[in-house]
T-cell receptor, first 113, second 111 residues
């Protein structure tokens, strides 16, 4: 199984600022995903990070708010732009594993004041 | 209607009890099914895949009923360490790759 790391593990930010979250996989993977998990809720897919092309965003999420980079097959970043308190959440990256499974990073816990 | 629905619980059971979780999904074209476990303040981790023939892994048994679009997870002889949130996950290739997570069922196992 892939080992995924994320940085930072947590942050507290002021509204109006931006935070970039990094995700590193220990092996080359075709697909990487970014999810948001709000307190007491399940995971919501933000976007699929495609290597060499623009990310594919889910309904309700836009590139201007959540720009994503995928420069190679082991790394991706998610930026949460112009943050508001409603963006306070856990952000998780994942990659695909064997037979449609997914492996997740440990998450980034974001609090926006 | 949510694409994947689970009883949110919480389920409070004593050690040694048998507990069953249910999950229904709305997309009949769904192709792969899983149970994930998520501990408090941790990321989800794959517990087991679910097959039409049913599958068992130690104290855990998962079953899929495609006709009823229903998935179940049975935990026998519950341990304190089983306390977690169990996520029902459905994957579809139709219209692009799509993984849908249920909201999770919270389990508390008490001594």
């Amino acid at each position: 199984s892939a080992v995924i790391s994320q940085k930072p593990s947590r942050d507290i930010c002021q509204r109006g600022t931006s935070l970039t979250i990094q995700c590193q996989v220990d092996s080359q993977v075709t697909m990487m995903f970014w999810y948001r998990q709000q307190p007491g809720q399940s995971l919501t897919l933000i976007a699929t990070a495609n290597q060499g092309s623009e990310a594919t965003y889910e309904s309700g999420f836009v590139i201007d708010k959540f720009p994503i980079s995928r420069p190679n097959l082991t790394f991706s970043t998610l930026t949460v732009s112009n943050m508001s308190p409603e963006d306070s959440s856990i952000y998780l990256c994942s990659s695909t594993g064997r037979a449609d499974t997914q492996y997740f990073g440990p998450g980034t816990r974001l609090t926006v004041l | 209607r949510k694409e994947v629905e689970q009883d949110p619980g919480p389920f409070n059971v004593p050690e040694g009890a048998t507990v069953a979780f249910n999950c229904t999904y709305s997309n009949s074209a769904s192709q792969s099914f899983f149970w994930y476990r998520q501990d408090c303040r941790k990321e989800p981790k794959l517990l087991m895949s679910v097959y039409s023939s049913g599958n068992e892994d130690g104290r855990f048994t998962a079953q899929l009923n495609r006709a009823s679009q229903y998935i179940s997870l049975l935990i026998r002889d519950s341990k304190l360490s089983d306390s977690a949130t169990y996520l029902c996950v459905v994957y579809s290739h139709t219209g692009g790759f799509k993984t849908i997570f249920g909201a999770g069922t919270r389990l508390f196992v008490k001594a």
